[in-house]
């Protein structure tokens, strides 16, 4: 005879069975700050590093080593005054660096990296709207000073180099951008700069003569 | 010679009865181990969901959702390298020198900028040392961050949507066309052709000649 106690027993062993499935159906359902058991490691974790990691040996625990103070790199020497500082003779340039092409695609290029990197702060036209500077202000800390408009006479004056060296080094309470930005792109965003300033002071003598009947 | 007998041990004799039970589980036994294993150790199972603690509370919900602010602001290495840098102190510096100075949950980065010492962020996406995987290969060919990443403009906390195992790395490199974008949006959430998008992308896919590749050599070497 089968005993009594075997098909409660066989029910139980059956529904304990589902517990796993509950609880890898819980993990797969919700999020978990612990890494992932690995009870084989294959080779996952090499001993080179990679970028960023922690490294003890150093005591500021970077793996990656920034540049030795009064070195230059490879490739790295930036003794042109007009392309990487936006000087000539020590004063700001008023023109482009020989070796940067205004054109289209240029302006093209700077339009996007000026919405990357400065429209939070500065807005779409340069009004100095944007996002970041209206939530500051409603914040209400006393600690944000709105950024400036371009479109003052002061602004519209300022040489081309003067500009450049804002984004580079910063001006005032504006932070620098030179660690984001690249050189190239820098003399991009000072072209769209340019253009948004026409823009924005245009007159009907802007337009092609053809064209004016149509704002008409 | 009956004494030995009677103190072996015997199975008892009901065991006979049921041995179609005893058949029946030992064929589902097996099968059991095996969906139950397949189903614990798949990626979607120990990979998906990982959101370890950040050191401090930084919300891309907040920054890169309500803000705007675009993801190239502080990974700005996202087109250009393999590496998408975690944004340095003074990133984060460039606003808060002047927004929230005070905040408590900002001390940590003041902190760091103050000494120079790096937040030590952990670590989200990992891929094993054997692969290797590049950003700007993707980023700039029209695969937005959204595709592998997820909405991140509405975590809170980071934490891994996508699998990242191998057969997911290739489930796309197969058939990228859904996956596809014009590179201008790769940062854009949300985004969406106005057409079918297995349309544009097969379209998109042959006018950029976009043909991610399959052999081994593309991802270990």
């Not at chain 1, 612990?34 to 970077?62: C, T, V």
């Not at chain 2, 592998?148 to 509405?154: E, L, M, P, T, Y």
């Not at chain 2, 197969?174 to 590179?183: F, H, M, Q, S, Y």
């Not at chain 2, 985004?191 to 000649?209: I, K, L, Y």
Request: some cysteine; glycine content about 6%.
């Amino acid at each position: 005879m089968i005993p009594r106690w075997f098909y409660p027993l066989g029910l139980i062993a059956v529904c304990l069975a589902l517990v796993p499935f509950a609880v890898v159906a819980k993990l797969r359902a919700t999020k978990s700050p612990d890494p992932r058991p690995q009870i084989i490691w294959d080779m996952d974790q090499g001993y080179a590093y990679q970028s960023q990691q922690p490294n003890a040996l150093f005591r500021d625990g970077r793996a990656m080593r920034p540049e030795v103070n009064g070195t230059v790199a490879r490739g790295e020497l930036r003794a042109d005054d007009h392309m990487y500082r936006g000087k000539v003779n020590g004063e700001f340039a008023t023109t482009f660096p020989p070796g940067i092409e205004v054109n289209r695609a240029m302006l093209a290029r700077g339009k996007e990296r000026y919405e990357v990197f400065c429209l939070p702060c500065h807005g779409y036209t340069g009004a100095g709207d944007g996002i970041v500077s209206q939530r500051a202000d409603a914040l209400q800390q006393g600690t944000w000073i709105p950024p400036i408009s371009y479109h003052s006479d002061e602004l519209r004056n300022r040489p081309a180099g003067h500009i450049f060296n804002t984004i580079s080094n910063g001006i005032r309470t504006m932070p620098a951008y030179g660690l984001q930005v690249k050189v190239e792109d820098r003399w991009a965003i000072v072209a769209y700069i340019r253009a948004l300033q026409r823009s924005q002071n245009a007159t009907i003598d802007d337009v092609p003569a053809n064209l004016r009947d149509k704002l008409r | 010679m009956s004494d030995k007998k009677s103190k072996s041990f015997q199975f008892p004799k009901w065991l006979n009865t049921i041995r179609p039970h005893l058949a029946l589980g030992a064929l589902v036994g097996p099968v059991y181990l095996i969906v139950l294993i397949y189903y614990a150790w798949s990626p979607q199972t120990t990979m998906v969901g990982y959101q370890p603690v950040q050191p401090v509370p930084y919300s891309h919900a907040l920054h890169a959702g309500e803000l705007g602010i675009d993801c190239q602001y502080c990974h700005y290495t996202v087109t250009e390298g393999a590496h998408a840098s975690i944004p340095p102190t003074q990133v984060c510096m460039n606003c808060h020198a002047s927004i929230w100075t005070e905040s408590p949950k900002l001390l940590k980065v003041r902190e760091s900028f103050a000494t120079g010492m790096p937040i030590p962020w952990v670590r989200v996406h990992d891929l094993p040392a054997f692969v290797q995987f590049d950003h700007s290969a993707h980023v700039t060919r029209g695969v937005g961050c959204e595709s592998c990443h997820g909405r991140v403009d509405k975590m809170e906390v980071v934490f891994q949507d996508k699998k990242l195992s191998m057969a997911w790395c290739l489930e796309c490199h197969r058939a990228p066309e859904v996956n596809l974008r014009p590179p201008e949006f790769a940062t854009a959430m949300g985004w969406a052709p106005n057409e079918d998008p297995a349309v544009f992308g097969a379209r998109f896919a042959a006018e950029n000649n976009l043909n991610p590749r399959e052999d081994c050599s593309t991802c270990h070497y």
